[in-house]
């Protein structure tokens, strides 16, 4: 191990930080203007990895405050489109959010899987939540 050490030496003390990119300072931004519970609740599943029943039961509320929330945050994530389109997105988000969460029943996984087969614009609108959800 000692002939590894003065090899290492040669290395920077810290690596440069990334430099954020403009998509994601307004990202940032946009998720600025949630409330505080909401970021928070929004903070605890995505850098903590809790989940939405260990959210609630941490905040002291209900698992549908949970997911109304991420679904805030994830609304703010999306850049406003068209009208029709912003329908279909924002059911998609609904979705996503929905099915992350332990009340999601075997019934309403069905009823997404019609949904999503319904029209291609639902798989694209489902895909695309997912993709925002990633980034954040």
Same mark, same amino acid.
């Given at each position: ?6 090899s ?5 003390a ?9 998509? $994601? ?9 949630? #409330? ?9 599943? &995505?850098?903590?990895?809790l989940?939405?029943?260990?959210i609630?039961?941490?905040?002291? $509320? ?5 997911e109304r929330?991420?679904?805030r ?5 999306h850049?406003? #489109?068209?009208?029709?389109?912003? /329908? ?6 609904r ?5 992350? !969460?332990?009340? /999601?029943?075997? !019934? ?9 087969d /319904?029209?291609?614009?639902?798989? !694209?609108?489902f895909?695309n939540s997912?993709?925002m959800w &990633?980034?954040?």
């Amino acid at each position: 191990m000692s002939n590894q050490l003065p090899s290492l030496l040669h290395l920077p003390a810290r690596l440069p930080e990334p430099q954020p990119t403009p998509q $994601v300072i307004e990202l940032g931004h946009r998720l600025g203007k949630l #409330s505080r519970r909401t970021r928070q609740i929004f903070l605890l599943s &995505r850098l903590d990895g809790l989940a939405y029943a260990d959210i609630a039961r941490f905040m002291d $509320v209900d698992i549908a405050r949970v997911e109304r929330a991420m679904l805030r945050a994830l609304g703010k994530a999306h850049l406003q #489109s068209a009208d029709d389109s912003r /329908a279909i997105q924002d059911q998609a988000s609904r979705w996503y959010v929905h099915l992350q !969460s332990p009340a /999601a029943t075997a !019934s309403e996984r069905i009823k997404f899987r019609h949904w999503l087969d /319904a029209d291609a614009a639902h798989l !694209s609108a489902f895909q695309n939540s997912e993709r925002m959800w &990633r980034q954040l």
